[in-house]
């Protein structure tokens, strides 16, 4: 099993729309959660951290679900801007800082 | 904003060769990772540093690969033998703390490495 999984996609939406990206972790001892953003060539970018509680910074809604071990984001009234692809990140922390990636999932807004 | 710096930007080497990537992490930070991400893949993680050592590594961190932090501001990473799967994207990220809370690893723009 992939230690983060997520679907690739392409999910291709309209501008304005409402898109949901999930993903799930195999290690049950992970402790942080991070979606990155990374554009086509370049280096990723944090998005957002995701909280236990779930947050929100703007158009931006994070979820986790610790029990089934899942991540959520969800980008609301979608820009052309949003596109691009998303990477779903895990950290276990006790000593180790090195930061596991999901494959992305790609996201093109369509004007 | 401070941020983290990359040279070269694109390396092109051929099989068998040594190579050297440069980075400048952000000047407060004390963690330091490499990462790379092969054309179409996930970003996998190679090797942590702190203290002038390092903290951990990935099985894709073999005896070909190193790390050096050779004076206050540079942090490299080697490439004794270069191999045509080692080309890929080479990211440096730096962070303030380690594993303390959500802290930002701070991602550099990558130096491209293409091996012939």
Redesign the interface.
Known sequence: RKEVEQDPGPFNVPEGATVAFNCTYSNSASQSFFWYRQDCRKEPKLLMSVYSSGNEDGRFTAQLNRASQYISLLIRDSKLSDSATYLCVVRDNFGNEKLTFGTGTRLTIIP | EPEVTQTPSHQVTQMGQEVILRCVPISNHL?F?W?RQILG?????LV?F?NNEI??K?EIFDDQFSVERPDGSNFTLKIRSTKLEDSA?Y?CAS?EV??S??N???????TRLTVL
């Open positions: 963690y990772y990462y893949q996930k970003v996998e993680f942590s702190y903290s951990e990935s994207m990211f962070s380690g594993t809370g959500n930002e690893q701070f991602f550099g723009p990558g």
